[in-house]
């Protein structure tokens, strides 16, 4: 009689610290889960705040074009004071050049835009699959009841073995 009360504890108990032991690891996965979620919301954050003519790319697309607009408008003025050329061949020159930044602007603005876009469609997806496997991680979990269960499941098991 005493070894099937030992035996109906053992059960009990081994039912509710199994349960728990469950429910802790499934809050753990959890946790990581949600921490990943914060992490890609901060990384999309910066991301798609970041200003576009400030990257590396575009600040060293800005630099030639620079180069190129202000050779062309020396070579114009040169032109123009070595021949003979008029101030509109130098003011055509200075146009053309103005004309080149406002492109590269114009590309620069549109490749960032372009670039968010594809950033936050990606975040999107990535967090839907991360609160998927959030509600799949909440639906394992145990309730109370399910806990207590294990425990009277495991109790009687324990008497069952008498």
Do not use: C, H
């Not at 101030?87 to 620069?108: D, F, L, T």
């Amino acid at each position: 009689m005493i070894q099937a009360i030992f035996s109906a504890a053992a059960g009990a108990a081994g039912g509710f610290l199994g349960s728990r032991g469950k429910n802790e690891a499934l809050a753990k996965q959890a946790k990581g889960w949600r921490d990943m979620l914060n992490y890609r919301q901060a990384w999309r954050d910066r991301m798609t705040s970041e200003n576009a003519t400030e990257r590396a790319d575009a600040q060293a697309a800005i630099r030639e074009a620079t180069k190129r607009i202000t050779n062309r408008n020396r070579a114009a003025m040169k032109t123009a004071a070595v021949m003979g050329g008029t101030e509109e061949s130098v003011a055509a020159a200075k146009a053309a050049g103005a004309q080149e930044a406002a492109e590269i602007a114009s590309r620069i603005a549109a490749a960032g835009a372009e670039r968010k876009d594809a950033i936050e469609n990606e975040y999107m997806r990535s967090r839907e699959a991360m609160k998927e496997k959030l509600i799949d991680i909440d639906g394992k979990r145990l309730t109370p009841w399910d806990i207590a269960s294990n425990a009277i499941g495991g109790a009687a098991n324990g008497l069952s073995k008498m």
